[in-house]
């Protein structure tokens, strides 16, 4: 008779359906510190709804609010509507309220052009864009590879809406490309963007640099519509919008529930065109469970793991690329920095952060409510001057119109996190 001893079941990550909620002490943190921590990004002014922590898996702390007095109270000194209007807009939030993305929804974009690849539709980063937009297949927009687009060197210009001609165009000044170029104005956000011709080089453009620099192509230049156009060439490579795509290859396997904004438009991909570049709603404690995925290299399905390749790049990254940012983890200038993580950044302050060393995730986000007064779709269409006339991303403050500015910084938030660690 055999008595060799029988090898204990090998174990594998798993993605949580439900976050196992546990005390800091038990994963080596401090309560107290992160209570600092928390009471420093909660502060009052600082317009957050939500935040959480998880570490070694496990979520560790999270706080949610509504809008505070004070914070109605600045927003109706800039706006039109008294402190109440806005109090009750955004009253109390839990961890089953939905936050927005904004440009966050860029990196989930990124990783599902990683599980195109993977899955064989997209033969490679590498490629040459025109493969699926076969409307750059006869120019020099044939030069522009996926990974390009994906890095924000196109060599395309960022495009903005103009409240003359009522279409999208290349931008004509520094603070519409500011964020990417202002293209939610547009009914149709997508057309335009595949439309654009390679900006010229060697001359200074107003959007690049403030007009101060000659523009080489391949420069970076953050761009909205660059990630549009990834979003079409997954529709063109696997039949499948990205909700939908998502859906089936991402969200139903680590266990988030979230819904992506559409365009205006009543053609495109499904009723509109769905915004690659922004306007994923879900919970903070699901957009944590994106960076837990990335932290545990991939996606887990038993004992199969994928898309590992994948996530090696976005973790090797040494500056932005791959719709991924790299943030200093200590509230220091980055040309000082020692100590960087990758992150994903959208319009108001939204974060996902991600430290490979610590085995941490930190989420922070906006206040946030869905305008839906035109349709209960999620489709974006914007009247700056009449809300009534609008459906919305309406995160604050600046996604309402407010000048305000939340005076809090994300690395500073991080680090105090990274210093409860015992």
Known sequence: MDNAPIAPPQTYPTHPLVWDVVTPESVGMSSSGLEQAFDYVFQDGSFT?????????????????????????????????????????????????????????????????????ESGAINSIEDSASSYITEWSSDERSSITIKNLLDMRSGLPPACFNFVTNEIGECLNANDSSSGGNIVYADDQLTKCIDRDLATEGVTHPWFENGLTVYSRGAFQYSNCDTMVLGEIIFR????????????????????????????????????????????????????????????????????????????????????????????????????????????????????????????????????????????????????????????????????GSSANPNISASAFFELVANSIN
């Open 49 to 117: 709804q939500a935040a959480v922590v998880i570490k070694d898996g496990k979520l560790v702390y999270e706080r949610y609010r509504g809008m505070t007095d004070n914070e109605a109270n600045i927003l109706a000194s800039t706006l039109s509507e008294n402190g109440d209007f806005y109090k009750s807009l955004y009253a109390q939030r839990d961890q089953n309220s939905y936050i927005s993305s904004w440009s966050t929804a860029k990196s989930f974009a990124s990783f599902l052009i990683g599980i195109a690849v």
């Open 237 to 400: 490579a696997t039949g499948q919008d990205i909700q939908t795509y998502a859906e089936y290859n991402l969200f139903s396997k680590i266990g988030i529930d979230a819904s992506w904004w559409r365009d205006f438009t009543s053609s495109g991909q499904s009723n509109g065109n769905y915004l690659a570049y922004c306007c994923l709603d879900s919970t903070a404690r699901d957009f944590a469970k994106f960076g837990h995925m990335l932290l545990l290299n991939g996606v887990w399905e038993g004992s199969n793991q994928r898309y590992s390749s994948y996530v090696d790049l976005i973790k090797n990254l040494n500056s932005y690329g791959l719709q991924f940012w790299t943030i200093c983890a200590k509230a220091q200038s980055n040309s000082n920095c020692d100590d960087w993580i990758i992150s994903t950044i959208g319009f108001d302050g939204q974060y996902i952060m991600i430290d490979f060393q610590r085995n941490i995730v930190v989420v922070r986000a906006s206040l946030y409510t869905p305008i839906q007064n035109l349709s209960q779709d999620r489709k974006m269409k914007l009247n700056p001057s009449n809300l009534a006339q609008s459906n919305w991303i309406a995160t604050v403050p600046n996604g309402l």
